[in-house]
Every structure is written in C-alpha cells, then in structure tokens.
C-alpha cells in the first residue's frame, strides 16, 4: 500500500493491516453480491425444508376410510412391516456368492489338509462343500420379493403412506423451489404403489399437470390407489383428474414425459443389472427432471449412488436425447459422494417432520428419514446469484452464541465442518446459516479464509 507521508512515498508492509483489509472486501463482496435475493434469512434462496407435513385432507380421509373396514391386529402387523421394510438389504449378487464360497473351500480344504487321516478325498470333498453351502445360507441376506395382495397392501398403506408421502414432497420441493419457471404438464410414476408421488406432484404443480402415468406390477396396489384417488367410493369422481394406472411402462423409447420420479421402488429390485437398466429407461423417458427417493439407509444411500454413477459414467447403447445428465440435488458436486469413502459409511440422508394417519400406536408427529436423488437434462438454473457457490448441509445445524457449526458437503467433493461467524463471513451469511437446517443450503465461504490464510503466507 502506497501513500504520502511529508511528501515521500512509503511502502507499508502490514500483515495485520493487510489482513484485516481482506477481511472487510470479503465482505462487501457478498454483500454486493446480494445472493439474498431480496429474500428475509428464513426464506433465503438455499432453504428448502418444509414445515410439519399433513397429507392431503381427501388423501387421509379416503386412507382412514379403508383401513377402518379391514385388517386384524393392524397395530403389530404396521410396525414389523416398517420394521422389516427398514432393515431390507440389496439381494447379494450371484459374483459375490460365488467369490465367497470359493474363499470358504479353499480355507476349508487348507485346515482339513493340516488334520487329514484316513478319510477318503471324495468323502472329504462332499463334506467341505455341505459345510460351505450351510455357512453360505446361514451368513448370507435372504432376499426376497415383496408381493402384496388386498390386505398386505392395507397394512403398507397405515405404515407407509404419510411417510412416503413426506419424503416424495420434499424431494419435489427442491425443484419447485429452486427452478419456480418448471411447470410440468407430463408425470411418469414408476413403482406408483399407493400413489403417493400423483398427490405430491398435484400439490406443487396443480395447475399445470395434465397427464399421470402410474406404473406398478402390483394389480392390488392399482386398484388401492385408484380407491384412494376416489375416497373410497367407486362411484365418484377422483380427487385428481387424469391418472392412469398401468401395469407396464409405455413401450415407445421416445415418448417422454416432463417429471419421472420411482420412491422406494429401485430397493425392490434383485440385482445391479437390473437397477441399471431401470434407470437407463427412466432416463430415456425423462425430458426435464428424474427424481430418485429411497430410505435413509446405507442401503438406499449405495442405490442411489450406483443410479447416480450410471447416469454421471455409462453410455446407453441407444441414445434418444443427447443431452447430458447432470446432478440437481442433493450433491452440490459430479464427484464420488465423500461419505462413502469415510469409514465407517454412513449414509446422505435427510428428514422430514410429519403428521401420521391418526391410529393406535402412531405418535403424533414422526420423522421420515430418506435419501434422494435428483437429476436434469437442463442446465441448473440456480436461482442464487452468479459467482456464488452452495453447499448442501448435511448434519443438524448447531446454533451456539455468536457462532454456528455446519457440516456441509462443498463443491469441491469434501465435506467441510465449518463454524460460522459473522465477524468472519457477514453478517447475511451468518444469519443465513442460523436460520437454515440439515438438507438445506448455504453460500461457501470457506474461499474467504482460504484467500486470507494464502494472503498471509506471502
């Protein structure tokens, strides 16, 4: 810094002064920025939680309606379904099993060589690989079909809807939030059970939808849904106009629709393979957004990342629309999610407050707790201002005095632990962060400490 001191030029060299000007530009950097949007810190651009949830009025109604007229110890029977439903497990591929078993054989064989008398080697083999075969069946996750009939899909219904319904709204929130011009006219639902997503996606965008397309195998959950749809009168008119319930998706490669979402459906799906080629042909169907909802384990977690590296990694052998996939939401980054590279993995997850259907044993509020995956042809349209990156929070925010911690997933591909003040990052920034909660987002600031410490090395 030059000036004038009695006439001569002088040349100071203050670490401190040069510090604290970095500081005060950082500053008025974001300030000028205005990434705020004209928008109260509670509302700012990277909010998107929602409140405490109800389910639609004539959603809960029509639920409330069936379930009163059917199904014995209803109670015991929702809660091991949640249960079960929570602790599932991908099917462990037919690879694996066999890798396994000849690592089981060839320790088997190298202890038995060590005690080996007189039996004979045919005897000995046949005894090894019985002893394989019971270790693998007693060790290995036993995967099997869900298959709902009437009474099973009543069961899922008083376990699963408010719940369900939760997580797909949320989800869809990003985007409603995030890209306000998005007003789709077109929704494929794969894996529609209940039809939760129909009721979710009308009530962000009921004005503009004009065609659901419902798609599950299960012809006892069609029929639920549509029961649902008309509140459990078949003679009166659906709450929602224009669903249609199929068994099969539409065969056309090139008919496509504005938003495809599948919620809890590729976890019911046996191998990687077919995961894969799921996702492949939502894809190929999707013009605009495909959403991705599973539970909050590390096994939906690990779904969604293989959806995720399928879209971002592998070629399609047939290409229908060219444009590229990219991640809306939740990564605020294209590279390997950070989380499974810690050990020990824990999954990405979110959660969302709700109100359950009002039955013996429902608390009155639960957390839904779920991993999601949202993917565009279009370019983001981020409604935060240019030059200013997000990160995705991804831990409960803890408030302290005159300070907040946030566990945040940047854009570099690294998960950050960073404590926010509003001497060091503003103070729209600061309160940005007290206001914000886990699954939202919040303006990087880390670039401003990482210049001041670079300044200072100088």
Not at 92 to 117: H, I, Y
Not at 396 to 402: A, G, H, L, Q, S
Request: glycine fraction near 4%.
């Amino acid at each position: 810094e030059h000036y004038k001191r009695n006439g001569e030029n002088v040349q100071r060299n203050d670490c401190f002064y040069g510090f604290s000007i970095l500081i005060n530009l950082s500053i008025i950097y974001f300030s000028q920025i205005d990434f705020l949007k004209g928008e109260p810190h509670r509302k700012h651009p990277g909010v998107t939680k929602l409140k405490m949830l109800h389910l639609p009025e004539k959603l809960q109604i029509a639920a409330q309606s069936i379930i009163n007229t059917h199904v014995s110890q209803l109670t015991d029977r929702t809660c091991k379904l949640t249960n079960y439903l929570w602790s599932r497990k991908r099917a462990v591929e037919d690879v694996t099993l066999r890798q396994k078993a000849v690592s089981l054989e060839k320790e088997l064989w190298e202890k038995a060589m060590e005690k080996r008398g007189d039996m004979d080697e045919q005897a000995l083999e046949d005894r090894i690989r019985k002893k394989v075969f019971s270790m693998l069946k007693r060790t290995t996750y036993h995967w099997t079909p869900m298959k709902y009939d009437e009474e099973l899909g009543v069961v899922y219904m008083a376990a699963r809807l408010a719940g369900g319904y939760a997580a797909v709204r949320r989800a869809l929130n990003e985007i409603k939030k995030r890209d306000p011009s998005f007003a789709p006219q077109s929704l494929l639902d794969f894996g529609s059970g209940l039809g939760t997503v129909a009721w979710a996606s009308h009530s962000c965008w009921s004005d503009t939808l004009k065609e659901m397309i419902c798609v599950d195998s299960s012809g006892p959950m069609n029929i639920l849904a549509e029961r649902l749809l008309k509140g459990d009168d078949e003679r009166a008119d659906p709450q929602i106009k224009h669903v249609y319930f199929r068994q099969f998706l539409p065969v056309s490669p090139k008919v496509q629709f504005d938003l495809v979402v599948a919620a809890f459906t590729l976890s019911e799906l046996p191998t990687a393979k077919e995961r894969e080629e799921a996702v492949f042909t939502l894809w190929r169907k999707t013009s605009s957004y495909l959403v991705l909802v599973e539970n909050g384990t590390k096994e939906g977690h690990q779904i969604l990342m293989e959806a995720r590296d399928t879209l971002l990694n592998k070629q399609e052998k047939t290409v229908y629309d060219s444009r590229p996939a990219s991640v809306f939401a939740p990564c605020p980054h294209l590279m390997v999610c950070p989380k499974l590279a810690r050990e020990p993995v824990v999954p990405c997850n979110f959660q969302q407050l709700y109100y359950p259907l009002p039955l013996p044993g429902h608390n009155d509020r639960q957390i839904e707790k779920f991993s999601y995956l949202i993917v565009t042809r279009t370019e983001p349209t981020q409604t935060d201002t240019e030059g200013v990156d997000w990160a995705r929070l991804i831990a409960p925010v803890k408030c302290r005095t005159r300070h907040v911690h946030c566990q945040m997933c940047c854009p570099d591909g690294q998960i950050q632990h960073m404590v926010v003040t509003a001497q060091k990052h503003s103070r729209d920034v600061y309160r940005c962060a007290r206001n914000s909660d886990w699954g939202d987002q919040l303006p990087v600031i880390q670039k401003i400490e990482d210049d001041v410490h670079g300044d200072n090395s100088h």
